[in-house]
């Protein structure tokens, strides 16, 4: 949208600058027209009857002819104030304009690097999870371990006291049978 806009400002502009150079004629041929009507009626009188009309008409002409001229530079000076302000605010726009462009830059930026961040956290959050039922399993075998431990440990007691028994039986036995009781 801002491209027809900036061409039809840019053939304006053009226009404006064309027309500004040759200004200086457009004013001199005004001036050599007003003279030569000027000249033109001094030179070649007229009854009375008929100068009266014409140099009624003459007068309001030249009274149009200047509030024409007047009105024409009134606009060409509002022309000129609005094409420095269009300029201005071309100039303006293009900069907030790039100025938009570069926040949105940054904002997805933003974007990006909070989303990676979420879901780095995401993933150290899965990993102490992970840690923390591996030191529950790790726990739990550690427990079954020392009630094994234990376990053993009294079924060995229990082994070694029987074979106690069973070897003191069987030395008293073999004392009694060798006779040395």
Excluded: C, F
């Amino acid at each position: 949208m801002a491209d027809w806009s900036t061409r039809y400002l840019a053939a304006l502009d053009a226009r404006d600058r064309r027309e500004s150079s040759h200004k200086a004629y457009i004013d001199a041929y005004t001036r050599l027209a007003d003279r030569k009507t000027i000249t033109s009626t001094s030179l070649n009188p007229t009854s009375t009857s008929t100068a009266s009309p014409n140099n009624d008409e003459i007068t309001r002409l030249r009274q149009d002819l200047s509030t024409t001229q007047a009105a024409r530079s009134s606009l060409a000076s509002q022309l000129q104030t609005l094409q420095t302000t269009t300029s201005s605010l071309t100039t303006t726009n293009t900069t907030l304009s790039s100025q938009l462009a570069h926040v949105h830059k940054l904002l997805a930026s933003t974007e990006r690097k909070l989303k990676d961040r979420d879901e780095e956290l995401k993933e150290k959050k899965k990993l102490v999870e992970e840690v923390q039922d591996e030191m529950l399993v790790l726990t739990m075998e550690l427990n079954a371990v020392g009630r094994d431990k234990e376990k053993l440990k009294e079924e060995n007691a229990e082994l070694v006291r029987r074979w106690m028994e069973r070897m003191t039986t069987e030395v008293d036995r073999a004392n009694r049978e060798a006779g040395w009781e």
